[in-house]
């Protein structure tokens, strides 16, 4: 099946730093990569659609500014969280799908559960 | 608005078989989607219907109506590693997927 990898995995930082996360599809071209947040016992929370070479379309309340999302290819998408802090601390899940609208499933990376002290 | 609904949480015992059920109302559909989640990891894949009735793989069957807006994942001969969160996700007239809150299962022995 398809697989896609995020890296890292976990990240401890100081507030006010910023901090990369990378989501990459490994044996497929993701046309569309989603960033997802998730707080301890809550649902995803989706952040941002990005697709390939296009600007990413940012969800109500989220701050584009502080969550910048690149994808620059068909296999890579990243999500910097600039000027991070305690708040932000949090499981980042990015799924991406392949090919166009009759492509249905998502397939999730594993997450990178971020840690800001 | 769209709105995903299930339960927040269950309980069943090994070996038993569970129900869970999952209403929607989204603007368009174009499938539902059921995710199994532990803890700590990334929801992965479980099942996927876009035509009413029940697909079975497995231990694992889902159903759906879409004309009740209603769609139920059935667990049998639980097993201690079904613990586990299960999503139902709704994927819109964009393709987008519209998740519910989860379900959090308890299996007891």
């Known amino acids: 099946g398809a697989v896609v990898s995020q890296h890292p995995s976990r990240v401890i930082c100081k507030s006010g730093t910023s901090v990369k996360i990378e989501c990459r599809s490994l044996d497929f071209q993701a046309t569309t990569m989603f960033w997802y947040r998730q707080f301890p016992k809550q649902s995803l929370m989706l952040m941002a659609t990005s697709n390939e070479g296009s600007k990413a379309t940012y969800e109500q309340g989220v701050e584009k500014d502080k969550f910048l999302i690149n994808h620059a290819s068909l296999t890579l998408s990243t999500l910097t969280v600039t000027s991070a802090h305690p708040e932000d601390s949090s499981f980042y899940i990015c799924s991406a799908r392949e090919g166009g609208g009759g492509a249905y499933e998502q397939y999730f990376g594993p997450g990178t559960r971020l840690t800001v002290t | 608005g769209q709105n995903i609904d299930q339960p927040t949480e269950m309980t069943a015992t090994e070996g038993a078989i569970v129900q869970i059920n999952c209403t929607y109302q989204?603007?368009?559909?174009?499938?539902l989607f059921w995710y199994q989640q532990h803890a700590g990891e990334a929801p992965t894949f479980l099942s996927y219907n876009v035509l009413d009735g029940l697909e079975e793989k497995g231990r694992f069957s889902s159903f759906l109506s879409r004309s009740k807006g209603y769609s139920y994942l059935l667990l049998k001969e639980l097993q201690m590693k079904d613990s586990a969160s299960y999503l139902c996700g709704v994927m819109d007239s964009n393709y987008q997927l519209i998740w519910g809150a989860g379900t959090k299962l308890i299996i007891k022995p």
């Open positions: 989204t603007s368009g559909f174009n499938g």
